[in-house]
């Protein structure tokens, strides 16, 4: 009977399951011990899935909290509903699906967890079997006479679920038993039914057989006796205790008896939602609380579960008032189900959480909504009003500087140790600073005259027909920035400038100051009634999960490392980030450049502040300076500066005795260090830029206008200089007052983003009873499509 259900499955997950009698030994080897830890390393190495160590002690008593907390869940149950594990033909199991929950408990196991299995599937399993058997038993001359056809349409009788799960309970748990042996892990079976839970022996015996599996690293799989388990009693689990009723019940009472950290539920709906799923305004209920029952409308069961959506409810808040977390989720769905079980442990935001403690404050979908409403009534104030909200947080920013200052300092003092110099120079804020910040605001607010609701086109396309196209505000941005605090009131400006929603996602070094510079922020906003245009997200969500908020945020600006960037552009789900990964910055020294510009450009390029994205990382120098006064005069700058230099290869090939040669030609040291490579005109200096290069800044040093021009009109950068240092890529020196950030991708924004970067359009059309029939062939009017005068707006 195995191998006919190995045959129902994919060729390679046969495969995979041809050694698993062989490894029989090794599984409860291992179980016992037995197995070196060579060969641990080994099989753990099998799993697709990242393998993580985390610090996995806790006394059971209280829920955890918060889902970032999770991680440190030590024993777990994973109950698995009929919908999980059955086909959609509801005859037979789903292997695939199947193996790649096995493969989860068992990396999650393979941790050091302590892994629980409550399964269904049985009955579906024992359904296949028999209406297997019942068709080979039917009369061979019978099925010959009848046809082919005749044979597929012949009549299966109903069966009897009882009788199914008799048939069904050995064939699932040699298939399990297969399945985790292809990971050297153990399984156990352990049936049981409503009595040995109530029978004091009985319910001493399974807690301590369960006790003794986990403490020899065997995976207990439970199920309910479908074979012979009696109706439920009604009304039987009103005195406190939950009866078991079906597997939910049955997997909140194991997980309350076994004192478990966390119960994940399976299902085929992605957790709980406040409306009928799939209706035009369901949404999902992300942590659910004791209490809220009233905003949950339950919709019908599942296609083949016996409690539905309710009876998960209702064991989930039991299980929890036990003090063990619970999350709902969806673990049929082909695009998370091979993960979605190592998600909910890591604290990613999957299905519901449920969880007894309520945050003080509004959620971040709560936030999402008010900064999308504030943001739509900022864009409607007059621009002056915009401008005076502005212009009073910059005067808040010089008024409050002592309260400000003194948050900084309870940052930098938290920090101390923990951060790099770089990075604390970042979070550092001064009376100069804050200064700079204030004229930078002010410089904001007489640009945003003339910014929302601008016309940039004009067009009479018939008689009384006139369209315009005009400026509006993008929507929501979420903009997520690591230690630098000064960078909240510049993004607070250029959104309320350009009438934009803002959600603000600072780096927990900065909490205090990111606080306080928030505060008056809405402050400022309260002036004209859209305090909450503006939010700061201090919940425990993790960047990964806030980029999933596509139905709430339309922009995402990342403002910190490199490695900060990548990270969200890989996590962002269906919405557009606006940034670069790398600020690989080049400078380019021409035969002709000026002796007397070269070191000072360099100097200042490279050791005016590393760590900026617009530092020189990369110095180009054509081959004829070599062995010159100039070239000497490069070398010792760099060395006065305590610059470590690192060698190209063609460099390296000039050399004697070498700098140590670069192990890549794209990298942003972010520190005092500098690649220095030769080239052989500019056109090979161009072409180095491009294949290594980041399209940030890149610089070129000559004397020589046609050669600058070429350089200028030919390098494909977002920020291309003559004679000038690359840290004047910034929002601020080139007048915008402040920037978001800078962008290198070439749709929409690039290089330093202002305001300008931050607005879309949308075009109005006013016409007067005007019909598309009336400009065809034979109709009465025609396309004029005259440009028309746009009309000047005061500014003053």
């Known amino acids: 009977m195995l191998s006919r259900v190995y045959r129902s499955g994919s060729q390679s997950f046969t495969h995979r399951l041809l050694p698993w009698v062989q490894s029989t030994t090794l599984s409860r080897s291992w179980a016992a011990g037995r197995v070196q830890p060579s060969a641990i390393r080994h099989v753990r190495s099998w799993s697709n899935i990242p393998f993580i160590t985390v610090p996995l002690s806790r006394m059971h008593g209280k829920s955890f909290a918060h889902r970032s907390e999770l991680k440190h869940a030590k024993r777990i149950v994973v109950k698995l509903g009929s919908a999980v594990v059955t086909r959609g033909d509801e005859c037979g199991l789903a292997l695939g699906r199947l193996a790649s929950i096995v493969e989860q408990v068992s990396v999650l196991q393979n941790q050091g967890r302590e892994m629980m299995l409550v399964t269904s599937g049985a009955v579906a399993f024992g359904k296949q079997r028999l209406r297997h058997e019942i068709l080979l038993s039917q009369s061979v001359r019978q099925a010959l006479h009848s046809g082919q056809n005749q044979l597929k349409e012949m009549a299966i009788p109903v069966l009897e679920a009882?009788?199914?799960?008799?048939?069904g309970q050995s064939g699932l748990m040699a298939l399990y038993e297969a399945m985790f042996t292809q990971y050297s892990i153990c399984a156990a079976q352990i049936l049981v039914t409503n009595l040995d839970f109530h029978d004091e022996q009985k319910r001493r015996n399974l807690n301590g057989t369960l006790h003794e599996l986990l403490r020899m690293n065997i995976v207990p799989?439970?199920?309910?006796?479908?074979?012979?388990?009696?109706?439920?009693?009604?009304?039987?689990?009103?005195?406190?205790?939950?009866?078991?009723?079906?597997?939910?019940?049955l997997a909140a009472r194991l997980a309350v008896e076994m004192k478990t950290d966390?119960?994940?539920?399976?299902?085929?709906?992605?957790?709980?939602?406040?409306?009928?799923?799939?209706?035009?305004?369901?949404k999902l209920i992300d942590i659910f609380y004791p209490g809220d029952q009233q905003s949950v409308t339950f919709g019908t069961k599942s296609r083949v579960a016996m409690g539905g959506m309710e009876a998960k409810v209702k064991a989930a808040l039991w299980a929890l008032q036990g003090g063990t977390s619970v999350v709902i989720a969806n673990g049929t769905h082909p695009k998370v189900s091979g993960h979605v079980i190592t998600d909910i442990v890591e604290g990613k935001k999957v299905g519901t959480f449920?969880?007894?403690?309520?945050?003080?404050?509004?959620?971040?979908?709560?936030?999402g909504e008010m900064a999308r409403s504030g943001g739509r009534l900022l864009a409607t104030l007059e621009p002056e009003q915009r401008a005076e909200i502005i212009h009073h947080l910059a005067d808040l920013l010089t008024d409050q500087r002592d309260e400000i200052l003194l948050a900084n300092k309870k940052d930098l003092e938290e920090a101390e140790g923990r951060l790099a110099a770089p990075l604390l120079k970042r979070l550092s804020l001064s009376t100069s600073k804050l200064n700079s910040l204030a004229i930078g605001l002010r410089q904001i607010a007489a640009s945003s005259q003339d910014s929302v609701g601008r016309v940039l086109r004009r067009t009479r396309i018939a008689k009384d027909l006139e369209l315009e196209q005009v400026t509006v505000p993008i929507g929501v941005l979420l903009v997520i920035f690591e230690s630098r605090p000064d960078c909240l009131p510049q993004v607070a400006a250029l959104a309320i400038a350009s009438g934009?929603?803002?959600?603000?996602?600072?780096?927990?070094?900065?909490?205090?100051?990111?606080?306080?510079?928030?505060?008056?922020?809405?402050?400022?906003?309260?002036?004209?009634?859209?305090?909450?245009?503006?939010?700061?997200?201090?919940?425990?969500?993790?960047?990964?999960?806030?980029c999933r908020l596509d139905k709430m945020?339309?922009?995402?600006?990342?403002?910190?490392?490199?490695?900060?960037?990548?990270?969200?552009?890989?996590?962002?789900?269906?919405?557009?980030?606006?940034?670069?990964?790398e600020g690989i910055c080049h400078m380019?020294?021409?035969?002709?450049?000026?002796?007397?510009?070269?070191?000072?450009?360099?100097?200042?390029?490279?050791?005016?502040?590393?760590?900026?994205c617009n530092a020189l990382e990369t110095l180009l120098i054509h081959r004829d300076l070599l062995r010159t006064p100039l070239f000497d005069q490069i070398i010792d700058m760099l060395r006065v500066e305590q610059v470590k230099i690192h060698a190209g290869p063609k460099f390296a090939s000039y050399l004697t005795f070498s700098p140590s040669e670069v192990k890549s030609l794209r990298t942003e040291y972010g520190d005092l260090e500098l690649c220095i490579e030769v080239v052989d005109s500019v056109q090979e200096a161009i072409d180095h830029i491009h294949k290594y290069g980041s399209s940030h800044t890149d610089v070129i040093i000559t004397e020589n206008e046609k050669t600058a021009e070429f350089f200028l009109q030919h390098v494909d950068s977002a920020c291309v200089f003559w004679n000038a240092s690359t840290r004047f890529s910034d929002g601020y020196r080139f007048g915008l007052g402040a920037e978001v950030g800078i962008s290198t991708s070439r749709i929409h924004a690039r290089g330093p983003v202002g305001l300008e970067g931050l607005l879309t359009t949308k075009w109005l059309l006013r016409g007067q009873d005007h019909v598309v029939s009336d400009f065809s062939e034979h109709g009465s009017l025609k396309y004029l499509h005259e440009s028309l005068p746009i009309p000047q707006r005061n500014t003053n």
Request: hydrophobic fraction near 40%; proline fraction near 6%.
């Open 162 to 167: 009882r009788a199914c799960a008799a048939a």
């Open 221 to 249: 799989i439970v199920n309910t006796n479908d074979a012979v388990v009696p109706p439920a009693e009604p009304n039987s689990d009103l005195q406190g205790v939950i009866s078991v009723k079906d597997n939910d019940s």
């Open 262 to 282: 966390l119960l994940i539920v399976l299902s085929d709906v992605e957790g709980l939602f406040d409306s009928p799923p799939g209706s035009d305004d369901a």
């Open 354 to 367: 449920f969880s007894e403690v309520k945050p003080a404050g509004p959620t971040v979908e709560q936030q």
């Open 500 to 546: 934009n929603g803002l959600l603000l996602k600072g780096g927990k070094e900065a909490s205090h100051s990111n606080r306080i510079l928030h505060l008056l922020t809405q402050e400022a906003l309260s002036i004209h009634g859209v305090k909450e245009a503006v939010q700061l997200v201090n919940t425990r969500e993790e960047v990964e999960d806030l």
């Open 553 to 581: 945020i339309d922009l995402i600006i990342p403002r910190g490392s490199s490695q900060l960037v990548r990270n969200i552009q890989k996590a962002a789900k269906g919405i557009p980030v606006m940034g670069h990964s």
């Open 588 to 612: 380019y020294v021409d035969s002709e450049a000026s002796v007397d510009k070269v070191t000072r450009l360099v100097r200042d390029s490279k050791c005016e502040y590393p760590a900026a």
